[in-house]
Nanobody, 120 residues
Framework: QVQLVESGGGLVQAGDSLRLSCVAS????????MGWFREGPGKDREFVAA????????YYADSVKGRFTISRDNAKNTAYLQMNNLRPEDTALYYC?????????????WGQGTQVTVSS
């Protein structure tokens, strides 16, 4: 059974940083591209960032470029999202996602999400 478990969310102030983690089990982690999505209050789920199986290519939404960094440690079956200079508009439920082989923004698996709340 495939599981993606996110952690690291919380309540922070604008300008603060957080690092989200996503631990994967039940799949060949290094065969999957990994990504992060978010769903803010009253908004549709949107793409945030993704990277290929070896981290060689990364992709970011324009709204987070220069502030967020996605990475992975295949030895730990874990993907990360380092979020710096957080803004109130980053408030959302953040989901980890896994897509077999290449990243095409059509994940095969999703986590349950971790809440990030940024106060002004």
């Amino acid at each position: 059974q495939v599981q993606l478990v996110e952690s690291g969310g919380g309540l922070v102030q604008a300008g603060d940083s957080l690092r989200l983690s996503c631990v994967a089990s039940g799949l060949g982690f290094d065969s999957y591209a990994m990504g992060w999505f978010r769903e803010g209050p009253g908004k549709d789920r949107e793409f945030v960032a993704a990277l290929t199986w070896n981290g060689g290519e990364t992709y970011y939404a324009d709204s987070v470029k220069g502030r967020f960094t996605i990475s992975r440690d295949n030895a730990k079956n874990t993907a990360y999202l380092q979020m710096n200079n957080l803004r109130p508009e980053d408030t959302a439920l953040y989901y980890c996602a896994a897509e077999r082989q290449a990243w095409g923004a059509l994940p095969d698996y999703w986590g349950q999400g971790t809440q990030v709340t940024v106060s002004s």
